[in-house]
């Protein structure tokens, strides 16, 4: 059960990622809820996260493309998710994500998901920016070349 | 054998905000790695963790906050980062947890770490950082909650 529950965790972030409407209602479940914990904000049910996703301000058919519309900042196209890991065990899974916005920050997305009945039910979101390595601390630390990877 | 992976983690908890170093030794193996994938940095060895714990008071910069009534030459701390283990998922030898973490300076931040044990310690941890976060306006229709305002992002 639970390779078959890493299956559809992994298909869940994959669909995300397309923004793949048909396999997110496959695979959430009717009392779906996703929590992001560092906005407070809470998405309720299949038919809010499926909204929240068509209306994101980043057309999907502009994949890839980098440009600005209009008089305010808005992505036209797809932030770039790559997946970094996947870690858990029987319900409940951890997914780790690299995306780059348009704006070319670089964000990694974490994302806790819990399994039930065999579909996405419950699911926390982090998104935690790269940053600049403090000196204070050089002494003790390596460097990786790829901040993100 | 089956760890108790939430009584390690509070106990890591519990040792971190009462400054309690010495502990550390006991819950990471002495190879242990700790990595920082959003600075690319990695700290490997228990000798390496344990000196960036603690000597992290003495860089926090903006949130220093210094006692009224304590006279010493070097900096004192009113409070220290006050963490709670806010979720905490794992079997095995593999787990998540989520921290909730208040600065000195006020600022709130997520502190989310996936963790993979050797016998009943950490061996290899990757740790994230994430802000508190202003809720996107495009996401009002759609969410519930009394969304809380800090920086931007996502």
Known sequence: MASDHRAIFERYMAALNRRDVASLTELLHPDFEDFYPQSGELTRGPTNLLALIANYPGAYEDLGRDRVIGGEDRYVSTAMFTVLRVEGSDDVFTGVQRARYPDGSLWIILLIAELKDGLIHRTQSFWAPTFEPPAWRAQWVELRGDPGA | ?154
Do not use: C, K
Request: aromatic share 10%; glycine share 10%.
């Open chain 2, 1 to 154: 054998m089956s760890i108790d992976h939430r009584s390690l983690i509070d106990t890591l908890v519990d040792a971190i905000n009462r400054a309690d170093w010495e502990i550390l030794d006991r819950l990471y193996t002495v190879d242990t790695v700790m990595e920082y994938p959003q600075s690319g940095e990695v700290f490997r060895g228990i000798a390496n963790v344990r000196a960036t714990f603690e000597q992290y008071r003495g860089d926090l910069g903006g949130g220093r906050v210094q006692t009224e009534n304590v006279i010493s030459e070097r900096p004192q701390y009113a409070i220290t980062p006050m963490y709670t283990a806010v979720a905490v998922e794992g079997s095995g030898t593999r787990g998540t947890v989520a921290l909730r973490a208040t600065y000195p300076d006020g600022s709130l931040w997520w502190v989310v770490t996936l963790y993979e044990l050797t016998g009943n310690r950490i061996s290899h941890a990757t740790v994230f950082f994430g802000p508190a976060l202003e809720a996107a306006e495009g996401r009002a229709p759609y969410r519930e909650g009394s969304p809380r305002g800090a920086a931007t992002a996502s």
